[in-house]
């Protein structure tokens, strides 16, 4: 991929170490699948962390500040459990110039557990706005890569969303939520409107790889709520380069600090806002 010769720094391109980062920390997680020694509970049985996630993000972490040792850093290991705590975390950085806002394992219940559907996400930031994206799918060796203006590819090969425009035709995803006060009703809301009006809803556990998917043209369109900057930055810019449109799920443009959201190819984004507003399902 052409690089700007403003994203180079001491040689190496911010893409370049957001591919290496990926690359190294999905080979790790993929050689402890079945075999991490200890499993923690965050704020529930629903809310899991192993050190397999801690490695991998002390790994990232490392990696980025050997490049770019004055770059700021948000990763999900580093915060605290609960919203509060994350949206903090964000907004004490969020206006930094560079930010890297990294999830090591999007989708922990399926690494538990063996369910080969997880993913690394790495994005950076600057001055508040996305400007690379990384998902990397350490099962299917699958890179998936965005750069703002520059497009959207996966292996090498440009990414389009998908062409469907009726909800009727679309294939969607969604997540259950760990909160099982406020956003898991509201998500199971929105499921119980949308399911008969879609041709089917997937829930994969990895929000980060759903919207790659999206991206992909894999998949039609994309909600859940109650996420994290790390769950979403990288996918947003994704689905965003391959023509697809993203917003919260009041129909707002989104930013970092947005958790509910809706991201689609774009055709069908103003009948899925329509479908969740009618279900009172958007906050
Ligand atoms: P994780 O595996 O990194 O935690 C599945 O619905 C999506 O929700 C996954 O991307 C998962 O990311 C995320 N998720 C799981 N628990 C969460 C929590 N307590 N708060 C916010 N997001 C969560
Ligand atoms: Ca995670």
Redesign the pocket.
């Known amino acids: 991929m052409e690089q700007s010769n403003s994203f180079v720094v001491g040689g190496k391109s911010f893409m370049a170490v957001a591919i290496n980062c990926a690359a190294k920390a999905g080979e790790w997680i993929a050689s402890r699948l079945g075999n991490h020694a200890k499993l923690e509970q965050?704020?529930?049985a629903?809310?899991?962390v192993t050190e397999v996630?801690k490695g991998t993000e002390r790994l990232i972490r490392k990696l980025v500040h050997t490049h770019f040792p004055h770059h700021s850093f948000l990763g999900?290991e580093g915060v605290e459990?609960?919203?509060e705590a994350?949206a903090q975390a964000l907004a004490d950085v969020e206006q930094e110039e560079y930010l890297w806002i990294v999830?090591p394992?999007?989708?922990?219940?399926?690494?538990v557990h063996g369910f080969p559907y997880?993913s690394v996400s790495i994005a950076l930031a600057h001055k508040g706005e996305v400007i690379l994206g990384v998902i990397y799918d350490p099962m299917k060796d699958e890179l998936f890569i965005a750069e703002k203006g520059k497009g959207a590819y996966v292996h090498g090969k440009v990414m389009k969303v998908s062409e469907e425009s009726m909800l009727q035709d679309s294939l969607i995803a969604?997540?259950?939520?760990?909160?099982q006060q406020y956003?898991l009703p509201l998500n199971m809301k929105g499921l119980n409107h949308l399911v008969p009006k879609v041709r089917n809803v997937r829930?994969a556990?990895?929000?980060?790889l759903?919207l790659a998917y999206v991206a992909a043209g894999r998949l039609s369109g994309f909600w859940?709520i109650?996420?994290?900057s790390?769950?979403l930055a990288a996918g947003v810019l994704m689905v965003k380069e391959s023509g697809g449109e993203v917003t919260d799920t009041m129909g707002q443009p989104y930013h970092l600090g947005v958790r509910n959201v809706v991201a689609s190819n774009g055709s069908i984004h103003q009948q899925f806002l329509q479908e969740l507003a009618s279900a009172e399902a958007c906050k």
């Open positions: 965050k704020l529930s629903q809310d899991l996630d999900e459990p609960g919203p994350s999830d394992i999007d989708g922990t219940t399926n690494f997880f969604t997540g259950f939520p760990a909160d956003a829930v556990g990895s929000a980060a759903h859940e109650g996420l994290n790390w769950d």
